[in-house]
């Protein structure tokens, strides 16, 4: 859908009809401006995820890993399993491409699966299938002069001379979504496939966000996820308190580790968790920043900030400027940024 709006703007002097449509002009600036705006407001992705791991399992860090994708496209296959792949090889594990592993020439045994994996040392296999991708498209509310007209943005002038159109190139608002199903399988010789993981995700993005940042953001949820409930092993120097954000605490926002340069760590602007991210602490935009929102950092009286657990899994505080609840780690310093940082506004 292309948003468009139909005015006629006369430019003879002295006339009534030019005061009205000096209003109109006026009217078309303010409803283009407020399309920008809502799009330049929309910059960034969110993710919904929701995860079951077999708690028997305990916490076994593994160290090597299979990604594999379940489609009989190989273009796709060959896609997920390198941005998986790579996301997780870059940051925490030994990763490889069940492609390389397990060429798709033929069907595999069980058996043969778990020889291979066992002759590379890994002992579980990713498998990460996309359920589902969307797009919708989002328009301005009507304020009186957005019409429906030849598939273009545009102002209608009327001139004494010529009488032409003068058309501006129309705006397009288009959110991408993707689902995500990811399953984590224990492979061994002597018994058959056991998933001990499974995550479901949705992730969106609004306007001016391509498709590849939104399959990265996916694969990126997935591996900390992955990272913070004990199942792969961080080949990173430090040891640090993770934050976790979402309605369920479900979404990794970094570490509060003690080195501001550290890529992991929460306070590092230029990290995995800073401004290049979407939807952190660092995001001025997001619901951990919002004065109202009862996931904010920033807001008082907020009732679900982002929880702080420990190495083990178990919560230990909550990253808030609350005073009815806890930080629990490192009170004063993370209190301090928050105040100087992160919920500092600018003055209005």
Not at 50 to 57: A, G, Q, W
Not at 177 to 200: C, E, G, T, Y
Request: net charge neutral.
């Amino acid at each position: 859908m292309l948003l468009s709006t139909s005015m006629r703007i006369s430019l003879s002097s002295g006339s009534a009809e030019s005061d009205t449509s000096y209003y109109e002009y006026l009217r078309y600036c303010a409803a283009f401006a407020f399309v920008i705006l809502l799009s330049l407001l929309g910059c960034g992705t969110t993710t919904s995820l929701v995860r079951v791991k077999d708690e028997s399992i305990g916490r076994p860090h593994f160290k090597k890993i299979v990604v594999s994708t379940p489609t009989e496209d190989l273009q796709v296959r060959d896609y997920i399993e390198k941005l998986v792949a790579a996301r997780l090889r870059g940051e925490y594990v030994t990763a490889f491409r069940a492609m390389d592993v397990l060429p798709p020439l033929r069907e595999y045994t069980g058996e043969e699966i778990a020889r291979r994996l066992d002759s590379i040392g890994a002992d579980i296999i990713l498998v990460v299938a996309v359920t589902d991708f969307w797009e919708t498209f989002v328009s301005a509310p009507n304020m009186g002069i957005m019409t429906q007209w030849g598939g273009l943005l545009s102002a209608k002038t009327t001139s004494a001379s010529t009488g032409a159109w003068l058309s501006i190139p129309g705006v397009t608002l288009k959110e991408k979504h993707v689902k995500l199903d990811a399953r984590l399988f224990l492979i061994d010789v002597q018994n058959p496939p056991r998933m001990i993981w499974r995550s479901n995700s949705t992730t969106s993005s609004n306007f001016f966000i391509g498709d590849s940042k939104v399959m990265r953001e996916a694969a990126n949820q997935i591996s900390m996820s992955l990272v913070a409930d004990g199942l792969l092993e961080s080949t990173t120097s430090f040891v640090g308190i993770v934050v976790l954000g979402g309605d369920s605490h479900e979404i990794v926002l970094g570490r509060l580790d003690r080195w501001e340069n550290n890529k992991e760590s929460i306070y590092n602007p230029r990290g995995l968790y800073g401004h290049s991210a979407a939807n952190t602490v660092w995001d001025r935009e997001s619901i951990y920043t919002s004065d109202t929102s009862a996931c904010s950092v920033c807001n008082p009286n907020a009732t679900n900030p982002p929880a702080i657990v420990d190495e083990n899994g178990a919560a230990i505080g909550h990253l808030t400027l609350n005073p009815n609840l806890t930080i629990g780690y490192d009170e004063l310093k993370v209190r301090k940024w928050l105040e100087r940082t992160i919920c500092k506004r600018k003055p209005s």
